[in-house]
């Protein structure tokens, strides 16, 4: 250490006043560039506490921070606030329990006051705040939705109807910080304010955003454009399915990256109602059987005797009981009637729309290579039979049934052709993180390959100032006037030469000649 001291105070001596200068400037910029990237990197890690609120929120949570004590650094033109990192959740915890921020409005929370003496309009109103406050913080949880709010008009209850009957309806705004919002992600804000309202359907729930697009127009179901996206989105499920089901299948076999195959699926979107009634008169079946008797008889008496007063008088003499003719007659009659009952089948078929009329697939494989007799890769084509193999798993996965060879080939077909290799990047759910952790690795390499450049800049100066120290012997008169050699310095520098050279021009050949060609 000592050595290197010595080194370094009789190169110091042996440099000159720019040179100082030049030096010194450097030592200091690379200690002020050092000593600011070690500040930098050491500063505390900042991350975000809270985003994308508005300006009343986010002045209640910097209000809220500041009680706290909490270091915090405002960003993004006031829309976003930073903590450190130590303090992220014991923050969130702190605000969460003084229900700060309060994330779209008031929530079921407003009845936690006493409510003794309200009417009931106010009760009414505000239970319609609670309800378009919890679902505005439910719709915010959703991935793209910044900020929203929701809008619910309930009709009031009337004890007598007139008119129309009124529903509920809703309108939802969603500030997504101009991105797109899924259909699936607005189809799920429909769904879920509709369900939470009693009385309301997903067709009476508009969703627009920040930038004034009517986003629940192209899944509001109304007339016949409301069935065909209704039929295009079934028709895509079933394609999928069949498609996954498919793809899955040959992956495992075949590898990963290796199979695309799309199934197309055609449907029957027609509701029908058959209904089949027939009668068979050859099998009867008596159903009731009456038998009635009726039972009748007659009786006829003759009177006979001489004509006269006694015989019409009343309480004369009746000859009719002394010996007249009489004749009686007996009826009986019997009725039978039987009711039979034709045997009938009737068949009632319901016919749901949305049946599968046909299947069809394409299914493209990728060539596989193999070495030539050079070592040169090159395309090895499946066979035949491979090929038809591979066919007839698809055939059975998807059910198809024909015994025809032509149709099954026409239905199903099965190519196979070069891929072209893309590189995707998928992003999880822990990809903003660990872009976090690369970027604080980045900045930490940065930091210590810029201290190592300006360290080897300074050693490079260091020893362009440094110059030679190699011993020459130059010759100069004496005071005779003969030349003789002297060692002038132990070491020669720029500045020597010139100092040199002004001296004695004309004997500085002669010293160059000896410092280069030295005398063995």
Same mark, same amino acid.
């Given at each position: 250490?000592?050595?290197?001291?010595?080194?370094?105070?009789?190169?110091?001596?042996?440099?000159?006043?720019?040179?100082?200068?030049?030096?010194?400037?450097?030592?200091?910029?690379?200690?002020?560039?050092?000593?600011?990237?070690?500040?930098?990197?050491?500063?505390?890690?900042?991350?975000?506490?809270? +985003?994308?609120?508005?300006?009343?929120? &986010?002045?209640?949570?910097?209000? %809220?921070?500041?009680?706290?004590?909490?270091?915090?650094?405002?960003?993004?033109?006031?829309?976003?606030?930073?903590?450190?990192?130590?303090?992220?959740?014991?923050?969130? &915890?702190?605000?969460? @329990?003084?229900?700060?921020?309060?994330?779209? +409005?008031?929530? #079921?929370?407003?009845?936690?006051?006493?409510?003794?003496?309200?009417?009931?309009?106010? *009760?009414?109103?505000?239970?319609?705040?609670?309800? *378009?406050?919890?679902?505005?913080?439910?719709?915010?949880?959703? =991935?793209?939705?910044?900020?929203?709010?929701?809008?619910?008009?309930?009709?009031?209850?009337?004890?007598?109807?007139?008119?129309?009957?009124?529903?509920?309806?809703?309108?939802?705004?969603?500030?997504?910080?101009?991105?797109?919002?899924?259909?699936?992600?607005? =189809?799920?804000?429909?769904?879920?304010?509709?369900? %939470?309202?009693?009385?309301?359907?997903?067709?009476?729930?508009?969703?627009? =955003?920040?930038?004034?697009?009517?986003?629940?127009? %192209?899944?509001?179901?109304?007339?016949?454009?409301?069935?065909?996206?209704?039929?295009?989105?079934?028709?895509?499920?079933?394609?999928? #399915?069949?498609?996954?089901?498919?793809?899955?299948?040959?992956?495992?076999?075949?590898?990963?990256?290796?199979?695309?195959?799309?199934?197309?699926?055609?449907?029957?979107?027609?509701? *029908?109602?058959?209904?089949?009634?027939?009668?068979?008169?050859?099998?009867?079946?008596?159903?009731?059987?009456?038998?009635?008797?009726?039972?009748?008889?007659?009786?006829?008496?003759?009177? +006979?005797?001489?004509?006269?007063?006694?015989?019409?008088?009343?309480?004369?003499?009746?000859?009719?009981?002394?010996?007249?003719?009489?004749?009686?007659? *007996?009826?009986?009659?019997?009725?039978?009637?039987?009711? #039979?009952? $034709?045997?009938?089948?009737?068949?009632?078929?319901?016919?749901?729309?949305?049946?599968?009329?046909?299947?069809?697939? %394409?299914?493209?494989?990728?060539?596989?290579?193999?070495?030539?007799?050079? +070592?040169? &890769?090159?395309?090895?084509?499946?066979?035949?039979?491979?090929?038809?193999?591979?066919?007839?798993?698809?055939?059975?996965?998807?059910?198809?049934? @024909?015994?025809?060879?032509?149709?099954?080939?026409?239905?199903?077909?099965?190519?196979?052709?070069?891929?072209?290799?893309?590189?995707?990047?998928?992003?999880?759910?822990?990809?903003?993180?660990?872009?976090? @952790?690369?970027?604080? $690795?980045?900045?930490?390499?940065?930091?210590?390959?810029?201290?190592?450049? &300006?360290?080897?800049?300074?050693?490079?100066?260091?020893?362009?100032?440094?110059?030679?120290?190699?011993?020459?012997?130059?010759?100069?008169?004496?005071?005779?006037?003969?030349?003789?050699?002297? =060692?002038?310095?132990?070491?020669?520098?720029?500045?020597?030469?010139?100092?040199?050279?002004?001296?004695?021009?004309?004997?500085?050949?002669?010293?160059?000649?000896?410092?280069?060609?030295?005398?063995?």
């Amino acid at each position: 250490m000592r050595d290197f001291l010595e080194q370094i105070s009789r190169l110091w001596k042996e440099l000159g006043i720019n040179q100082k200068v030049s030096l010194s400037l450097a030592v200091l910029g690379v200690v002020g560039v050092v000593v600011a990237l070690l500040v930098w990197a050491n500063r505390p890690r900042l991350q975000l506490l809270y +985003g994308g609120l508005s300006p009343k929120e &986010m002045g209640e949570v910097t209000k %809220a921070v500041e009680g706290l004590s909490v270091p915090y650094e405002i960003r993004n033109g006031g829309a976003a606030i930073y903590v450190r990192e130590k303090d992220v959740h014991t923050t969130r &915890m702190k605000l969460a @329990s003084d229900g700060i921020p309060s994330g779209g +409005g008031v929530g #079921y929370e407003i009845f936690d006051t006493g409510s003794f003496g309200i009417s009931n309009f106010v *009760q009414r109103t505000n239970y319609i705040r609670a309800l *378009q406050g919890e679902l505005s913080r439910t719709i915010d949880q959703l =991935d793209g939705v910044r900020s929203s709010k929701v809008m619910i008009v309930k009709p009031e209850n009337e004890l007598l109807l007139s008119g129309p009957v009124k529903k509920a309806t809703a309108s939802v705004f969603v500030d997504t910080g101009g991105r797109t919002l899924e259909l699936g992600a607005v =189809d799920s804000i429909r769904s879920l304010v509709a369900n %939470a309202v009693e009385g309301m359907s997903v067709n009476d729930v508009a969703v627009v =955003d920040n930038r004034g697009n009517v986003l629940s127009s %192209a899944l509001k179901e109304e007339g016949l454009m409301g069935m065909t996206s209704s039929q295009i989105k079934y028709r895509k499920s079933l394609e999928d #399915y069949y498609t996954n089901k498919v793809e899955g299948m040959l992956e495992r076999v075949l590898g990963h990256g290796n199979v695309v195959v799309r199934v197309s699926v055609g449907l029957d979107m027609a509701a *029908q109602t058959m209904v089949e009634e027939s009668f068979d008169p050859e099998n009867q079946i008596a159903r009731k059987e009456t038998i009635t008797e009726n039972v009748s008889s007659t009786q006829e008496t003759q009177k +006979g005797g001489v004509a006269g007063e006694e015989s019409n008088v009343a309480g004369g003499t009746d000859l009719a009981a002394d010996g007249g003719v009489v004749s009686s007659s *007996q009826e009986t009659q019997k009725i039978r009637d039987i009711a #039979y009952e $034709i045997n009938r089948r009737k068949v009632e078929t319901v016919k749901s729309p949305g049946g599968v009329n046909s299947l069809s697939a %394409a299914v493209f494989l990728a060539q596989v290579s193999a070495p030539d007799d050079s +070592g040169v &890769m090159q395309p090895q084509p499946r066979g035949q039979e491979q090929m038809d193999r591979i066919r007839m798993m698809v055939v059975n996965a998807l059910g198809i049934e @024909s015994t025809n060879a032509e149709e099954l080939n026409r239905k199903v077909t099965v190519e196979e052709l070069p891929f072209t290799e893309v590189n995707t990047m998928e992003a999880g759910p822990g990809g903003m993180r660990d872009m976090d @952790s690369l970027i604080d $690795i980045g900045r930490n390499l940065l930091g210590i390959a810029i201290s190592l450049f &300006m360290l080897l800049v300074f050693f490079r100066m260091v020893k362009k100032s440094s110059g030679s120290t190699d011993q020459i012997e130059l010759m100069l008169p004496d005071d005779n006037g003969v030349s003789q050699a002297k =060692d002038v310095t132990p070491t020669i520098s720029p500045e020597l030469l010139n100092e040199l050279i002004k001296q004695s021009p004309d004997k500085i050949s002669s010293a160059l000649k000896n410092w280069a060609f030295p005398e063995n």
